[in-house]
């Protein structure tokens, strides 16, 4: 695939899931989601929700692959605690547009480390009576894992790397590289 050459010899990150690899599993997830959604053919049925700012990336590419009709809304949460390690405080920071109530939400996240952020944002979506919830991730760490937490649909399982690119940050940088990369020794 040609495109800008991110992989610079003087950037702090070496590849670790490529573009096309995304790519493929992104379609995957798609069909995937398709199917199990068919039966929801209703306009306002089925609502896919990001999670600013690192979904944005994944999700404009997952939405490609649903055929059916959604409709898409965003909802934004910071996490207190370091650069690294998520406290589980969390608070929205953007709420949805609209209410979800007897919807069927599937809501689209980067990565679930932890699993603190992702506790906080189901439950609180849970009181607003949707008809029912499903979590997208397109990463996921096991072995951080301090909450319980089901992941629907999963794009991969990483190691205990801090990654970055399509959608995944630090300090607000890298989120536009179009593969994963991680930092090495961080
Ligand atoms: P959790 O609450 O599951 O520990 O953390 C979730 C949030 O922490 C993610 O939505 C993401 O913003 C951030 N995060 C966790 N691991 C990483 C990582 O490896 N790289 C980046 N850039 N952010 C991460």
Same mark, same amino acid.
């Given at each position: 695939m040609s495109g800008p050459a991110w992989n610079r010899i003087n950037e702090p990150f070496s590849q670790l899931i490529s573009a096309e690899e995304i790519a493929n599993r992104t379609a995957e997830l798609g069909k995937q989601i398709t199917a199990d959604y068919a039966?929801?053919?209703?306009?306002?049925?089925?609502v896919v929700l990001g999670v600013l700012k690192g979904s944005i990336l994944f999700m404009s590419d997952l939405v490609k692959h649903i055929a059916l009709p959604v409709y898409l809304d965003f909802i934004a949460i910071s996490s207190y605690g370091?650069?690294?390690?998520?406290?589980?405080?969390?608070?929205?920071?953007q709420d949805l547009?609209?209410?979800?109530?007897g919807k069927h939400i599937i809501v689209v996240e980067d990565i679930v480390d932890t699993g603190h952020t992702v506790d906080y944002l189901l439950k609180n979506l849970a009181t607003r009576m949707p008809a029912s919830i499903k979590l997208c991730s397109? @990463?996921?760490?096991?072995?951080?894992?301090e909450r319980e937490v089901k992941i629907d649909y999963l794009g991969f399982t990483i190691p205990n790397k801090f990654v970055v690119g399509y959608g995944l940050d630090i300090a607000q940088q890298?989120?536009? @590289?179009?593969f994963i990369g991680f930092v090495p020794n961080a």
């Open positions: 039966q929801f053919t209703g306009n306002a049925d089925v370091d650069a690294t390690t998520s406290s589980g405080v969390v608070q929205i920071t547009t609209r209410s979800i109530e397109l @990463l996921h760490k096991p072995e951080r894992a890298y989120r536009n @590289l179009p």
